[in-house]
């Protein structure tokens, strides 16, 4: 049972374009959601995560528009660049974070065209 | 400072072989986790240590998988009589407490054939 489902399964955006990945829940006990970036032979770090008490959470380029009742979270990354260019996952926990167990979507592969 | 590492980075081995993976977490994390990541899939949660509290392995796939940790330190993650379809990469994350930020190491690729 895939609880995460993420998609694209890869995006290509050009230079100075939006890049949006989308994601949809099943749990409505899941109420931290954390977005990781992969580049290649690197592990995934962590690039901002929201809670479900907001509704949208930015960080420079970067934001989450969270929708509770549709049981979906998205990661917007404006004017992006080729350094953009990775494999993002999202993911969700229940417990408010204090749960370590994390739920991983399948994951994007973003290309960002110079 | 230096941030998780695992060991080897790239592992091959022939069916029914054992091996093991290693994993040095950031100095004064207590929390240590594992996860596998498959191509194309994302990540699988394996099993988790917290300080000196019984394992969470209800990550584990099979009796093949073990893992250990000595104190809040270096992890092993053991598979016994290896299939092809643990081909994966095994990553490591380590996070300061419990729950919090999870740091991912660089993970180790494990080609079964």
């Known amino acids: 049972q895939q609880q995460v489902k993420q998609s694209p399964q890869s995006l290509i955006v050009q230079k100075g374009g939006i890049s949006i990945i989308n994601c949809a829940y099943e749990?409505?006990?899941?109420?931290?959601f954390p977005w990781y970036q992969q580049f290649p032979g690197k592990g995934p770090a962590l690039l901002i995560a929201i809670r479900p008490d907001v509704s949208e959470k930015k960080e420079g380029r970067f934001t989450i528009s969270f929708n509770k009742s549709a049981k979906q979270f998205s990661l917007h990354i404006m004017d992006s660049q080729p350094g953009d260019s990775a494999t993002y996952f999202c993911?969700?926990?229940?417990?408010?974070?204090?749960?370590?167990?994390?739920?991983f979507g399948k994951g994007t592969l973003l290309t960002v065209n110079p | 400072g230096a941030g998780v590492s695992q060991s080897p980075s790239n592992k091959v081995t022939e069916k029914g072989k054992d091996v093991e993976l290693r994993c040095d977490p950031i100095?004064?994390?207590?929390?240590l986790y594992w996860y596998r990541q498959r191509l194309g899939q994302g990540l699988e949660f394996l099993i988790y240590f917290q300080g000196n509290s019984a394992p969470d392995k209800s990550g584990l796939p099979s009796d093949r998988f073990s893992a250990e940790r000595t104190g809040e330190s270096v992890s092993t993650l053991t598979i016994q009589r290896t299939q092809q379809e643990d081909s994966a990469v095994y990553l490591c994350?380590?996070?300061?407490?419990?729950?919090?930020?999870?740091?991912f190491g660089p993970g180790t690729r494990l080609l079964v054939l």
């Open positions: 993911a969700a926990s229940r417990g408010g974070g204090s749960n370590y167990k994390l739920t």
């Open positions: 994350a380590s996070s300061p407490q419990k729950a919090g930020t999870q740091y």
């Open positions: 100095s004064g994390h207590t929390a």
């Open positions: 749990n409505t006990a899941f109420d931290y």
